[in-house]
């Protein structure tokens, strides 16, 4: 605020332009400085944030490596008749999850190749099966895919 000599003592005009552009400077860091933490937490923990595809990327990894498991302890001579059982009921939904109060469904595909994994393979006999798990949270409509090539010996 500048003051001014009059005849009578010192007495405030008011505030110049450069003053008061300061001050709405000033106030408008300091605003952003107290609303962009509000946003940045609304776009990383609301529907279809980073946090849901974390999530999301966690429960396919558990349930691959579920599948996986279940696969690996099939036996050389059980592999054929499980692999043939699974290609023919493919896809085929397992049990859903929660995570978070959230629903996740779960879908299973598995589908017999020959060696070369293009050629399709309806007896299962050479060994390779393309084994794929989707999990879907039904809420944001997000979907997340792995597949991993399964052989009568191991991955």
Do not use: H
Request: aromatic share 10%; charged share 15%.
């Amino acid at each position: 605020m500048t003051m001014r000599w009059r005849k009578n003592g010192l007495t405030p005009e008011g505030f110049t332009l450069i003053e008061i552009l300061t001050a709405i400077v000033i106030a408008s860091v300091i605003g952003v400085a107290f609303v962009t933490p509000y946003f940045i937490s609304a776009r990383a923990f609301g529907p279809g944030g980073p946090a849901d595809q974390g999530q999301l990327s966690f429960m396919t990894l558990g349930q691959m490596e579920l599948f996986r498991s279940e696969l690996s302890a099939l036996s050389a001579d059980q592999w054929t008749s499980s692999i043939i059982s699974l290609a023919s009921a493919s896809p085929y939904r397992a049990p859903d999850g929660f995570a978070d109060g959230k629903p996740f469904t779960v879908l299973r595909r598995v589908a017999c190749f020959e060696s070369d994994l293009s050629t399709t393979d309806q007896s299962c006999s050479s060994g390779y099966a393309l084994v794929s798990v989707t999990v879907a949270e039904l809420r944001s409509d997000q979907s997340l895919t792995l597949s991993l090539v399964k052989t009568r010996e191991g991955l």
